[in-house]
């Protein structure tokens, strides 16, 4: 039987996917890259906004085309819209034959095989926010030199317009026991990267009794041989200590780089999201992390039309942004979630208000991106390799985060994907580098 599978979503959901792949292949089943030439189609999910919601019953109104006039005989729906709609979901697709909740992940193979078998559809369900789940053995679905390590699952943080923890569950570290063999595993397999995530990872060992949890964590990755880079992704204002930034700006292999997801600048729109981070918090942060490491890349996610958003409160988000100077910035509009405390709010932002103030805010970074690159055009910069072809390389210097940042473009380079070379910034392209490769 041959089973192919689909990834959506966020960095997470990867892991998901590998570890299911993992399971189906050790089951003794074919994988296919190519869905609509399997049997059953697996589609991975992520439901966190509306956005992604769309995308995935998009996915699988596709696969289940491929349903009546194909090969394919079976279409299973796993992941975190699962999770959130449980068997309504088959109310709001045609052609699912079975729903598969977070807590059911390792089990993937056996409900591959139910399924094929089963004329009933069926959903598999079991509450997934107690379990820490054990994330070794993945069938990697990207390059091997460099992978995503997730460190805890769930959050803590109620903000007022987030699904993740009604989706996720509480928040939960996994062990030392687990993460460490893990990355060790990941290496050997050749990563010289890894991408430290989870949905808050400043508080890594809270619940279980763990203090500077993230510092005591990073400093045992840091002695694992081989490997190369360590990059930390989702870290909140609130959680990022001194102790924390002491350890990044005397560390070789912990890269100056964080993605610190602000939301908002203004008092009243941040205790309106029950974030728990003020103004004057986030600026201190930013000023003391670059008096640490003037060469640090910051990264951050905001959310434009929050509910009761006012023309000078946004006008002050803009102004943060010219002042902060992000060297990448993400911007969403406003999704009011059902369930969220912030789809009920008055005040809601019309659509068109809301597209207005995002592209506002992204042009505006637009600016700061491009010159900032132009700044560094003539400067040398250690990359990483991601892929090579008879024209260029694709590759990376430590500002850079895989999949969500731009790219470093590499003339007449030489090396091979995994490698981590010196290059000179030549140029730029838009919101890449070019750069060539410096020979010894």
Request: charged fraction near 25%; hydrophobic fraction near 40%.
């Amino acid at each position: 039987m041959v089973v192919g599978l689909i990834s959506l979503g966020c960095a997470k959901n990867v892991v998901d996917s590998e570890r299911m792949l993992a399971e189906i292949a050790q089951a003794g089943y074919l994988l296919s890259s190519e869905p609509a030439e399997a049997d059953v189609v697996v589609v991975n999910t992520c439901g966190f906004i509306e956005p992604a919601i769309c995308e995935a019953l998009e996915t699988i109104k596709e696969v289940a085309g491929y349903k009546s006039k194909g090969k394919v005989k079976k279409l299973i729906v796993a992941g975190c819209l699962s999770e959130r709609f449980g068997r309504s979901l088959f109310d709001r697709a045609e052609g699912i034959d079975a729903v598969v909740g977070l807590g059911q992940r390792d089990n993937i193979a056996d409900i591959v095989k139910k399924t094929m078998v089963s004329g009933q559809r069926e959903a598999y369900m079991e509450p997934s926010g107690r379990l820490v789940s054990d994330d070794r053995v993945r069938l990697r679905i990207g390059p091997n030199h460099w992978s995503y390590l997730r460190i805890s699952q769930g959050c803590d943080h109620r903000c007022s317009f987030c699904t993740i923890p009604a989706i996720r569950g509480r928040f939960r570290s996994k062990p030392l026991s687990l993460v460490l063999p893990e990355a060790n595993e990941l290496v050997s397999a050749g990563a010289v990267e890894l991408n430290i995530i989870g949905q808050d990872t400043t508080c890594y060992g809270r619940d279980i009794n763990i203090t500077d949890g993230l510092t005591k964590l990073l400093s045992k990755l840091a002695e694992i041989p081989d490997l190369g880079w360590i990059r930390l992704l989702y870290l909140y204002p609130q959680g990022i200590t001194d102790t924390l930034i002491e350890l990044l700006a005397g560390s070789e292999k912990i890269v100056h780089y964080m993605d610190i997801p602000v939301q908002h600048i203004n008092n009243e729109i941040l205790k309106s999201m029950r974030r728990s981070d003020t103004s004057e918090s986030i600026c201190r942060l930013i000023e003391r992390l670059r008096k640490a490491m003037p060469d640090i890349v910051l990264r951050t996610t905001l959310i434009a039309g929050f509910p009761g958003e006012s023309g000078r409160q946004f006008e002050q988000l803009v102004d943060f942004v010219k002042w902060a100077r992000f060297d990448a910035l993400g911007c969403f509009k406003f999704y009011p979630e059902s369930g969220t405390i912030a789809a009920e709010m008055p005040g809601q932002v019309s659509n068109d208000v809301k597209q207005q103030r995002l592209e506002e805010v992204m042009l505006t970074q637009q600016e700061i991106a491009f010159s900032k690159n132009k700044a560094r055009v003539g400067s040398r910069l250690r990359c990483l390799v991601d892929s090579v072809d008879i024209y260029c390389g694709i590759g990376r210097f430590y500002g850079q985060a895989p999949e969500i940042d731009s790219i470093s473009i590499i003339r007449n380079c030489s090396a091979k994907a995994g490698d981590f070379i010196d290059v000179e910034v030549t140029g730029t392209e838009d919101y890449d580098l070019v750069v060539r490769q410096i020979r010894s």
